[in-house]
Structure formats: structure tokens, C-alpha cells
């Protein structure tokens, strides 16, 4: 049964504390993405991947990091430094190529603060 | 700022009634995708239509696109209270440098009463 996961499912980050999302995928995709969604709002892209051991920041990375030490696993960390952090996190990922064309979301997880 | 602008916000028809939205986007696209949001869920990939294509089908959906005025429509014909949820326009960007980088609206709210 192949797609992406998320976990958990709702998180809760007290102030000034790093919290990690988790997202799995078993689609074999190389391409791999972060977004955030505000209430009522479409999503930003937060972090992106194309290949094992490499990423790139989107259109809000400031706050954020990721890591891409396996194909199917792109967690990303909520840090400190972001101080507007709750909002609903989703993952995604695509076939690899220029045209990466159609994502595959997860279920998403919501951050709340404390 | 986002590349898709979504018209109307928010949507309430009859069940047996046609939804129609529209997506205006300002940079020119190698596709544009609509996708579903249930509320409080990950997207579904609806339809992608091609920069070259004028109109394409899947069952009840009709989606056109006009690149002259960079704008696009999604239709759901026969709606059913089951197509309550959230649509979202997304453009991949054109000049290969996107890579599959989706830039997304932000959304329709379509309530189907039974």
C-alpha cells in the first residue's frame, strides 16, 4: 500500500523549543517537498528536495530546517527561531525530472504552541 | 506573493447544481493542476492540463485553460454533497529552472448541500 505519512498527527511546540515532523514515502519518488498552510490560506513552499543529500529553501525557509539522508524520509525541524510557527504541515513528493508535474500529499500534521 | 489568485473564495450550491471557480495566475506556465482539500486533510491531485492544451475532462470535471489571459476554470458538473472540500489551482512555472516547484492559490470553498 504505497504513499506518505505523516506524524504525528498534532504537535504541540512550548516556546523556544526545536520540534521535528516526520514524513515517510514509499512511492520510490526522488523529489521530495515542505509546505505550510495558514487558516483559510493556500500553501507556501517551506523546503524542497530533488536528490538524497540535497535540498533547497523555498518561499518561507527562515525558521526551518530539513534533512535528506534517505530517499524516503524528508523530516523537517521546526526551530526556535520561527516565531509564528502554528499552522497545519504538509509533505509531498514527485517523480524526479524537470517536469515533476503532479505531488503526492500527506495527511498533514498541525503545530500548535503552547 | 501567490502566483494563482482564485475566484470566488467560497462557494455554496445545491446538490444537482454545476460548481464552476476560476484561477488567474500572472507568469507564463508549463501546466497548471487543480487539487482537493477535504477539510483538515492533505490535497488530491484532480486534473493537469498542459500550456499547450485548451480543455480537458475526467468524469464530472472539465477544466479549461486560456494562456492568452493566463486564467483558468474548473467545472464539477452534477455536484454531490461529497464534493464539499477546498480546490486549489497550481502553476508549474515555465523555463525549466522550477524544478516541479508548484506555486499554489489560495482556494475555493465549495459547500454542496444535499
Known amino acids: 500500500d504505497g504513499g506518505i505519512t505523516q506524524s504525528p498527527k498534532y504537535l504541540f511546540r512550548k516556546e523556544g523549543q526545536n520540534v521535528t515532523l516526520s514524513c515517510e514515502q514509499n512511492l520510490n519518488h526522488d523529489a521530495m517537498y515542505w509546505y505550510r498552510q495558514d487558516p483559510g490560506q493556500g500553501l507556501r513552499l517551506i523546503y524542497y528536495s530533488q536528490i538524497v543529500n540535497d535540498f533547497q529553501k523555498g518561499d518561507i525557509a527562515e525558521g526551518y530546517s530539513v534533512s535528506r539522508e534517505k530517499k524516503e524520509s524528508f523530516p523537517l525541524t521546526v526551530t526556535s527561531a520561527q516565531k509564528n510557527p502554528t499552522a497545519f504541515y504538509l509533505c509531498a513528493s514527485s517523480i524526479a525530472g524537470v517536469r515533476k508535474e503532479t505531488q503526492y500529499f500527506g495527511p498533514g500534521t498541525r503545530l500548535l504552541v503552547l | 506573493s501567490q502566483q494563482g489568485e482564485e475566484d470566488p473564495q467560497a462557494l455554496s450550491i445545491q446538490e444537482g447544481e454545476n460548481a464552476t471557480m476560476n484561477c488567474s495566475y500572472k507568469t507564463s506556465i508549463n501546466n497548471l493542476q487543480w487539487y482537493r482539500q477535504n477539510s483538515g486533510r492533505g490535497l488530491v491531485h484532480l486534473i493537469l492540463i498542459r500550456s499547450n492544451e485548451r480543455e480537458k475532462h475526467s468524469g464530472r470535471l472539465r477544466v479549461t485553460l486560456d494562456t492568452s489571459k493566463k486564467s483558468s476554470s474548473l467545472l464539477i458538473t452534477a455536484s454531490r454533497a461529497a464534493d464539499t472540500a477546498s480546490y486549489f489551482c497550481?502553476?508549474?512555472?515555465?523555463?525549466?529552472?522550477?524544478?516541479?516547484?508548484?506555486?499554489f492559490g489560495q482556494g475555493t470553498i465549495l459547500t454542496v448541500h444535499p
Open positions: 497550481a502553476t508549474d512555472g515555465a523555463g525549466g529552472t522550477s524544478y516541479g516547484k508548484l506555486t
